[in-house]
Each structure stands twice: as structure tokens, then as C-alpha cells.
């Protein structure tokens, strides 16, 4: 399982670069080991080697996941999130990627509500409004925001998530980024209660360097430094 170790390092590296270029610190990148469909030893000897933050896309994974692991990691939830899910990741998860629409949110307060919790989440943007790509229009982000921001007072709006198209050039994914940047430059200066845009989270495998030169604190990996994805488990 050493591989774990030498592709966390070339990770790690590869932000460094990132960050060199884009004049910033890599301190400030939060790297999120996205670990759907990895087992529990490989996600240890991640966690070993200095894996802070889990990601995972589908509520039972994460909670068979969290029985075992529990909280030495943050879990963040970054998948589509059914509302009728809520209720068995509510009190495990540090943050949820993919505020969509307003009946999530309301379930999402009301569940946080009854364990006297504030959750963390991100507000996932559909930039490239590719029909497969969840997540609400940039168009409707700032309505979206400030709805709840005046109604559901147990969640703290953290950010902006949103998954940019595959392309084979990770350039072509750069004006989706940049996009989403600026999104987040505009709400921040409407001050809103309880909403602050301390992070962007952009950039997986194939696309995390542009990502970071544009912007990026938190980036979502999971091939890199897992390999490739095996789902017929
Ligand atoms: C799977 C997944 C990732 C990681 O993708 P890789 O290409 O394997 O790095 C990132 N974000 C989300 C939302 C995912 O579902």
C-alpha cells in the first residue's frame, strides 16, 4: 500500500506548484482524500500518511464508513444528498458540498436543529449547466443565499462547490473556475447573516491545478491518489 504514500506526495506536490504559480500559500489548501468506493485499510494507511479530510458521495458508505473510522478525519459530504438522507449523516459530517434547493435546506436545519448543531455547507453552482451536473444556476445563487440566510439560522453558509465538465485539456475548465470566483466575490460583499465564502471547492484529479491558480482552498481527490475507481464491489 505504499503506493498511497508516493501518490499523496506527488499530490502534495503538485499543489505546492500550483500555489508557487499562482502566488499563494499551500497551507491555505484544504485536500479532501475523496474516498467512494476505497476501502477501510487503504483509507487508514491514508489517513497515516496525513489524510485530514474524507470525502464521500453516498450516505450509507459514509456512515458505514464513520462506525469504523470516526471523527480522527473531518467527513465531508459532496454528492447529491436525498433529502429523505439527512437524518443518519447529520451528526457526522463537518460539511455538506451540495446545497441544491430549499426543501434540502430546510430538512438540513430542521434535522440541525434537533441536535443543537450548525452545519457547515457549500452552496453547489452548476456553471457549466451541463444537464447531468447537479446544482443550482449562478443566476440563482444570490436568491438561493439569501433565502437561507433569512430562514434556516442552523446552517452556516461556508462557500461555493461546483464540479467543472471532463474535458481532456483541464485549460479548457479554467473559465468555469474563474467563474465560480467571482460568484463568490459578489456574494461576499453583500454581507450576509450567516453566510461567509471562505471557501471555493474546485479541482479534482484531472483538473485541482487549474483549479488552485484560480482560486481554489479546497480541492476534492480521489483517483490521484487512490487509483483508479473499482465499483463493481
Ligand atoms: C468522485 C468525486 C471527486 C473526485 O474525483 P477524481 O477525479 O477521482 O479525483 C470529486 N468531487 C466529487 C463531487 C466526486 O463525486
Not at 461556508?158 to 474563474?178: C, H, Q, S, W
Amino acid at each position: 500500500m505504499s503506493y498511497i504514500k508516493e501518490n499523496l506526495n506527488d499530490v502534495l506536490k503538485d499543489i505546492e506548484n500550483a500555489c508557487i504559480k499562482a502566488n499563494r500559500n499551500k497551507e491555505d489548501i484544504v485536500l479532501i482524500g475523496v474516498t467512494k468506493t476505497v476501502d477501510i485499510p487503504i483509507m487508514e494507511e491514508a489517513i497515516k500518511n496525513g489524510i485530514k479530510h474524507v470525502g464521500e458521495n453516498k450516505v450509507q458508505e459514509l456512515v458505514k464508513k464513520y462506525e469504523i473510522i470516526g471523527n480522527k478525519v473531518k467527513w465531508h459530504l459532496i454528492g447529491t444528498l436525498q433529502t429523505n438522507k439527512v437524518k443518519y449523516i447529520i451528526d457526522k459530517v463537518d460539511m455538506i458540498h451540495s446545497l441544491d434547493r430549499l426543501s434540502l435546506c430546510k430538512e438540513i436545519d430542521k434535522r440541525a436543529k434537533s441536535i443543537n448543531k450548525v452545519v457547515d455547507c457549500l452552496v453547489q453552482v452548476n456553471i457549466s449547466k451541463e444537464e447531468s451536473k447537479h446544482g443550482i444556476y449562478k443566476e440563482d445563487a444570490v436568491e438561493f443565499i439569501k433565502n437561507i440566510s433569512n430562514n434556516f439560522k442552523n446552517i452556516k453558509i461556508k462557500g461555493l462547490m461546483t464540479m467543472a465538465p471532463y474535458v481532456d485539456n483541464p485549460e479548457d475548465a479554467r473559465i468555469y473556475f474563474r467563474e465560480l470566483k467571482d460568484l463568490s466575490n459578489e456574494i461576499k460583499k453583500l454581507n450576509l447573516e450567516n453566510v461567509y465564502m471562505d471557501y471555493l471547492s474546485m479541482g479534482m484529479s484531472n483538473d485541482f491545478k487549474i483549479a488552485i491558480e484560480e482560486g481554489s482552498n479546497m480541492v476534492r481527490i480521489g483517483t490521484s491518489i487512490f487509483g483508479k475507481r473499482n465499483y463493481m464491489k
